[in-house]
């Protein structure tokens, strides 16, 4: 048998839960056609955030690769050079005022040894090599 003070404990938890189902009632709380147009408003803002951030990303990107660095990066990854060899690229662009370390690969006499100052005589195999690795024409 239940006593006075379970029953009112019973109802009290009854009622704590009542208020979940009044927007499902006839007579409830309805949705207001300004709260939709709110919602809506929100998530077409959200996903014209999104779309404008994925344009603006896009052409920075397009821009970077039209750039003189990011070519001689490519490049220079396409002909498996590494750090020490770019950097020479890099030096050699700056010894023959060249305004873009990626004319290199378009001008095989700046690698000829006679051409080389002084300064980077010191250089002169390595220069050679990089020359043959860039510019030779591989047998079929």
């Not at 929100?42 to 970077?64: D, E, H, N, P």
């Not at 690769?65 to 890099?90: I, M, N, Y």
């Amino acid at each position: 048998m239940m006593t006075g003070v379970q029953a009112s404990w019973l109802l009290a938890q009854a009622d704590s839960y009542s208020h979940m189902s009044r927007r499902f009632q006839a007579g409830g709380h309805s949705i207001s056609l300004l709260e939709i147009g709110v919602w809506l408003l929100l998530i077409v803002g959200a996903v014209g955030f999104a779309w404008c951030t994925c344009q603006l990303y896009s052409r920075m990107i397009k821009a970077q690769k039209r750039s003189p660095v990011w070519l001689f990066r490519e490049l220079c990854a396409a002909h498996g050079l590494t750090w020490a060899d770019r950097q020479l690229l890099q030096w050699l662009a700056r010894t023959h005022d060249i305004a873009h370390a990626s004319h290199l690969f378009l001008r095989p006499n700046v690698f000829d040894p006679a051409t080389l100052p002084p300064h980077m005589a010191a250089w002169k195999d390595r220069v050679e090599q990089l020359r043959e690795k860039l510019f030779s024409v591989a047998s079929c």
